[in-house]
């Protein structure tokens, strides 16, 4: 199979890349072997929040200046502050056309409300995510009775502290008694595919009408909206004060969302999607990568003139760890890590971990390397890259759309960039 180019990987890097592709015009497949990390993310997405040095980012353009100076391996430092910040308002129009509407932009970090009430900066959050209140507002925190992934009493307890006027409520849902004889069952997923169901809707509607109108707002857990707003839409127009939406436990109904949107979206653009299989292996020739072997189509190589590679980090296996290091379990490429096991671990769990930051080596046009060599047609996005931390530096969403978007213009127009 033939193909102009193929994605290892279907997560947010590898399906964004896609989308930019296949609408240039490429011939394009991605294999992904299951689900994303998208499906246990908040649903915002962060660009930049923090410097390595620990601090804050206030303004987006300066940050990724002062990041070029602290932190030269980090990718964004590789690719340039300039058209890092000129890709992520790509990645922001890009996502609009997939129909994900975001608040916020990349000129500086919003802030949005946590599940547990405090608040985080961001740079595209769901239109449904609340983001710093006002004082004097009365909100209403409402969880759902017998629902253990998300705490109204707790979110509303860390506002209160904030000086807000909260209060916390659980409402009754007899439509979902069936879901509630199985406590795995009962989780933000399951309920969505019930709430979800037009014939549900008065029941939910009836539940929290009389909340609107003793309150200024509601904030509820985000248990509806599997693949569009219509559920959310609705409830604002027929209750007596906004609705707002926090993120539950995973699994997460607005990642999920994203996934499913990203996914059409490449379909319609006319790439190939092979779900659940997997690359075990590649031939290389000259260093190039001329043959992929997948474990559902065992004697039939995939080929094409680009490779990307979107594995993701040690979350989606596309990093691994073992006595002797950590290695990039396709292509065996060069890691970014540090030998002495002693030292990838803090003993404060709150501080920066540095395996975070492990993940692979590229050049400034993000090619992989293999000792040292580096492979012509082989480019790597993502969370498996090296030299960042996602969660200290609050920056996974970004540094995925800004790489895919970097190594796509590169495929597009080659030499452009370099
Ligand atoms: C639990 C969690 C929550 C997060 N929450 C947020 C958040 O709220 N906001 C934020 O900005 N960032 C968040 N991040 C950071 C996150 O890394 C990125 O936002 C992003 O979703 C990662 O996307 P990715 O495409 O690089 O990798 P992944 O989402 O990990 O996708 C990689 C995909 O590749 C597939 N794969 C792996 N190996 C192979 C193979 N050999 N063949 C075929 N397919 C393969 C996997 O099955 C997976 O589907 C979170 C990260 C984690 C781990």
Redesign the pocket.
């Known amino acids: 199979m033939k193909f102009d180019t193929v994605i ?8 964004l890349c896609g989308i930019r592709l296949s609408r240039g015009g490429q011939r394009c497949a991605i ?8 499906s ?8 930049l929040s923090r410097l390595p040095d620990g601090t804050a980012v206030q303004d987006t353009a300066a940050g990724l200046a002062a990041l070029e100076t602290l932190a030269p391996e980090h990718p964004y430092s590789l690719i340039g502050a300039g058209r890092v910040y000129q890709y992520a308002r790509e990645a922001q129009s890009l996502l609009a056309k997939c129909g994900l509407k975001f608040q916020g932009d990349a000129s500086a970090p919003h802030r949005r409300v946590t599940p547990l009430g405090m608040t985080r900066p ?2 595209l959050s769901p239109p449904e995510v609340p983001l710093s209140p006002r004082k004097g507002e009365h909100i209403c925190v409402v969880g759902i009775n017998g629902f253990a992934d998300f705490q109204p009493h707790l979110a509303a307890a860390t506002l209160r502290k904030q000086g807000l006027r909260v209060t916390a409520t659980d409402i009754d849902l007899p439509l979902l008694d069936n879901l509630r004889d199985n406590p795995s069952e009962f989780r933000a997923v399951t309920i969505a595919r019930q709430l979800d169901q037009d014939s549900h809707f008065a029941e939910l509607c009836a539940a929290l009408r009389p909340l609107s109108e003793t309150h200024d707002a509601i904030w509820f857990p985000a248990c509806f909206g599997l693949t569009d707003d219509k559920v959310y839409t609705r409830l604002n127009a027929e209750l007596a004060c906004p609705l707002y939406l926090l ?1 539950t436990l ?1 699994p ?1 109904v607005p ?1 999920m969302r994203m996934q499913t949107l990203l996914q059409q979206q490449f379909i319609r653009s006319g790439g190939a999607w092979m779900p659940g ?4 292996r590649a031939t290389l020739d000259n260093n190039m990568v001329s043959q992929l072997w ?2 559902r189509h065992e004697d039939i190589p995939l080929r094409a003139d680009h490779v990307v590679l ?9 990093l691994v760890a073992g006595r002797d290091g950590v290695r990039e ?2 292509f065996g490429l060069d890691v970014l890590h540090s030998p002495d096991r002693a030292s990838w671990y803090r003993d404060n769990l709150f501080d920066a971990q540095p395996w975070q930051q492990f993940g692979v080596r590229t050049d400034a046009t993000l090619r992989g390397q293999l000792q040292g060599e580096t492979l012509q047609n082989l480019y790597v ?5 090296g030299g960042y931390d ?2 200290h530096q ?7 759309a800004v790489t ?1 978007l970097h190594v796509a213009q590169q495929i597009c127009a080659p030499g452009g960039f370099e």
């Open positions: 290892v990987g279907g997560g947010l890097a590898g399906l294999v992904s072997r299951g689900q994303s990390a998208l246990f993310s908040s649903g915002s997405l962060d660009l961001a740079w993120p995973p997460s990642g299989d997997e690359v075990l997948t474990r979107a594995s993701g980090s040690f979350f989606s296996n596309g379990k396709v996005i993502g969370s498996v890259l996602a969660i609050g920056c996974g969403g970004g540094i995925c895919a």
